[in-house]
Structures are given as structure tokens and as C-alpha cells.
Nanobody
Framework: QVRLVESGGGLVQPGRSLRLSCVAS????????MGWFRQAPGKEREFVAA????????YYGDSVKGRFTISRDNAKNTVYLQMNSLKPEDTAVYYC???????????????????WGQGTQVTVSS
């Protein structure tokens, strides 16, 4: 049974930081390309970041580039999303996603991923 469980969300003021975690189980984590997506009410699911199973540089959506950092710890079966300089526009449910052996160019597309977590709410507000 594959499970992805996000945590670390919450209420934070603009300009502050938050780190999300996604712990995977039921899979060989090192084989999986991992992604973060977010979705706000009434909006489409948006690509945030991706990190490939094979290494190399991570990728980011334009709206978070320079502020967010994705990383992974294969020994802990965990992918992280460090979010700095948070803005109200970052408010959304953040989802972790996984796709085995993915090395393609559509990492920013939600349909590429086979497994998804339940999401964790991030609210950026004064």
C-alpha cells in the first residue's frame, strides 16, 4: 500500500517561512521522482517543484522560483519543501506526488504522477 503523507502546513504571516514534509511508504523511495503541487479554492492545481529520482537540479514553478526549495532524504523516505518569503498568494493545499523512474519533461504536469498525498493546508495571512 503506497502512502504519501504531508505535514508541516499551518498559518503563517507573510514573509515568514515554513517547511513541508512528505513521508512515503510502501514504495522504494529512491526510484521515484517527487513533486509538489498546490491548489487553492477555485483555482487549478499548480506545479510547485519537482526533484528527480536520478538527481540533477530540481525544477520550480515560476511563482515560487527563488523562494522555495525542494529536497529529499532517501534514507528517510521523505521529500521536503522549504518555503521562504511566503506570500498570501501561496495560500493553498499542498500535495506531494510520486512517479516511479520518471525522467521525462512533463514533471510539471499533475497527470504524470501516480501517487498523491492527502494534502496539507498552508495559509499565509496577517
Amino acid at each position: 500500500q503506497v502512502r504519501l503523507v504531508e505535514s508541516g502546513g499551518g498559518l503563517v504571516q507573510p514573509g515568514r517561512s515554513l517547511r513541508l514534509s512528505c513521508v512515503a511508504s510502501g514504495l522504494t523511495f529512491s526510484r521515484y521522482t517527487m513533486g509538489w503541487f498546490r491548489q487553492a479554492p477555485g483555482k487549478e492545481r499548480e506545479f510547485v517543484a519537482a526533484i528527480f529520482w536520478s538527481g540533477g537540479r530540481p525544477y520550480y514553478g515560476d511563482s515560487v522560483k527563488g523562494r522555495f526549495t525542494i529536497s529529499r532524504d532517501n534514507a528517510k523516505n521523505t521529500v521536503y519543501l522549504q518555503m521562504n518569503s511566503l506570500k498570501p498568494e501561496d495560500t493553498a493545499v499542498y500535495y506531494c506526488a510520486a512517479r516511479e523512474w520518471y525522467s521525462g519533461s512533463y514533471y510539471y504536469t499533475a497527470g504524470v504522477y501516480d501517487y498523491w498525498g492527502q494534502g496539507t493546508q498552508v495559509t499565509v495571512s496577517s
